[in-house]
């Protein structure tokens, strides 16, 4: 079970700091990333990071501006989110993919896990 926390309102330009606690499991043998969903548009990837850690993948909108991490003894993960911009205003959901994959993935169906998701708002 993934239960994802840290969303609110920000001015553009301000920084957000999401979290997602993974309940129910003893390991970390899984995959972490990030999804959001504006209104009206498709589910699109942000940010993912491997399993060991020590890989991360990013879309392009969000690089240099976003930093996912985790801390598997806490069984959890972060995503900082820096120099905030309107177009950040979405959903933010917290997935997890078991396994110990090679590489991370932006592909949201090979995700099992979700967590219901954390408002954004960004305002000029």
């Known amino acids: 079970q993934l239960q994802a926390s840290g969303g609110g309102m920000v001015q553009v330009g301000g920084s957000l700091r999401l979290s997602c606690a993974v309940s129910?499991?003893?390991?970390?043998?899984?995959?972490m990333s990030w999804f959001r969903q504006a209104p009206t548009k498709d589910r699109e990837f942000v940010a993912a990071i491997r399993w060991s850690g020590g890989t991360t993948y990013y879309a392009d909108s969000v690089k240099g501006r976003f930093t996912i991490s985790r801390d598997n003894a806490k069984n959890m993960q972060v995503l900082q989110m820096n120099s905030l911009k309107p177009e950040d205003t979405a959903v933010y959901y917290c997935?997890?993919?078991?396994?110990?994959?090679?590489?991370?993935?932006?592909?949201?169906?090979?995700?099992?896990?979700w967590g219901q998701g954390t408002q954004v708002t960004v305002s000029a």
């Open positions: 129910g499991r003893t390991d970390s043998n899984y995959d």
């Open positions: 997935a997890a993919r078991r396994g110990r994959w090679a590489y991370p993935t932006a592909d949201s169906t090979s995700y099992d896990s």
